[in-house]
């Protein structure tokens, strides 16, 4: 069930800077935790469709089988307008837009918007941007530097406490079809949690108490004996459900986080920390021969820096995704505030699309 569950994130990866370049400001929060909460769903019909079936080949190929729509789907999906105007290719970033206004059923849009309201509208970041990006521009800067090290801190221990928590609850000898269902359910109430709190609070706090509360539960667990499993199995279920809700927030962070020029790359550099930390989650239960406690104590203590380094992070709660590294310097290099900083690009905010 792993392989399958891995790969699925994998995909999430890539489909989820397009999704979110599509989304007007105020609205980014809901769908990013709909979209998120979509995976935990899946994680729970996973488990009974494994139970159902009974053998991993089965498996293998009922899980793979829904990829085959979805690779046709994608064909279908409008490409980011912001990543093809920035591009060059502004009058196919314009067809995407006129077919977008259509399906959402505003025609008038259609007129409203040509090719030099496109360009004009984003001139200044025209200018700016280039036509090759690589990796190097993700630590190019300062801010960049600071952006990309505390992201890939987040991603790694937030996947390394959510796997280590998740190992630990599978010692408890309950069903490994069962145990994947908690997992999916536990993890709704925390992400509708995780929603309220990034749309009132702020991503930098919500990053942050979802880090800490899992430590929270991890610790505490240390406390509990040993014959009491119902009380350690449902703390280590709460602190699972807030090390998912952490997932919700850093995708919705990096992708506010990193330009259109780079977006993508960085939502790929960064997350590969989380594939390192879901590996090295295993490695720690070696040191259970030294103490009993020592693995848990690793677990939790790095979802408590993790939540330290989540406010070395601008906040981005109401912010317009920027568009090129001069655009984050300007938005958070030195706290400038201007007016064009604060408003959508005039072409997707009369849009307001949703695919």
Same mark, same amino acid.
């Given at each position: ?143 960049? =530097?600071?952006?990309?090290?505390? %992201?890939?801190?987040?991603?790694? *221990?937030? !996947? @390394?406490?959510?796997?280590? #928590? ?65 009380? =350690?199995?449902?703390?280590?279920? %709460?602190?699972?459900?807030?090390? *998912?809700? !952490? @997932?919700?927030?850093?995708? #919705? ?103």
């Amino acid at each position: 069930m792993e392989v399958n569950f891995n790969v699925c994130k994998r995909d999430r990866h890539d489909s989820v800077p397009t999704v979110m370049e599509w989304i007007p400001t105020k609205n980014r929060t809901l769908v990013s935790t709909f979209y998120s909460s979509l995976l935990s769903f899946g994680q729970m019909i996973l488990g009974g469709v494994a139970y159902s079936l009974r053998d991993w080949r089965k498996l293998q190929v009922a899980a793979c089988v829904p990829y085959f729509l979805f690779f046709l789907y994608s064909w279908w999906f409008s490409e980011s307008a912001r990543w093809l105007v920035l591009n060059r290719r502004s009058e196919e970033a314009l067809r995407h837009i006129h077919r977008v206004a259509r399906i959402n059923g505003k025609p008038e849009v259609v007129e409203k918007i040509t090719l030099e309201v496109l360009e004009s509208s984003m001139h200044k970041e025209i200018q700016s941007s280039k036509s090759i990006y690589t990796m190097y521009d993700l630590l190019r800067t300062p801010l960049m =530097r600071k952006i990309s090290i505390s %992201l890939m801190v987040l991603w790694f *221990s937030t !996947s @390394f406490s959510y796997y280590g #928590l998740a190992i630990d609850l599978q010692k408890f000898g309950a069903s490994i079809y069962l145990i994947q269902v908690i997992f999916g359910a536990v993890d709704i109430p925390a992400k509708l949690a995780a929603m309220v709190s990034l749309s009132y609070l702020g991503r930098r706090i919500s990053q942050s108490a979802c880090l800490i509360l899992s430590a929270t539960f991890i610790f505490t667990n240390i406390f509990v004996p040993s014959d009491m499993q119902t009380i =350690r199995t449902t703390l280590a279920v %709460l602190g699972k459900g807030f090390s *998912s809700a !952490s @997932f919700t927030c850093v995708y #919705l962070f990096t992708v506010e986080l990193y330009p259109t020029v780079i977006r993508q790359t960085g939502m790929g550099f960064t997350s590969t920390m989380a594939r390192v930390g879901a590996m090295a989650a295993p490695a720690v239960l070696i040191l259970d021969e030294v103490l009993p406690t020592l693995p848990s104590i690793v677990y939790g203590g790095l979802a408590v820096v993790a939540g330290i380094f989540s406010f070395f992070l601008p906040e981005t709660l109401n912010v317009p995704l920027p568009e090129t590294i001069e655009d984050v310097e300007e938005k958070w290099g030195w706290q400038k505030s201007t007016s064009q900083n604060r408003k959508e690009m005039v072409a997707l905010q009369d849009v307001q699309c949703y695919g």
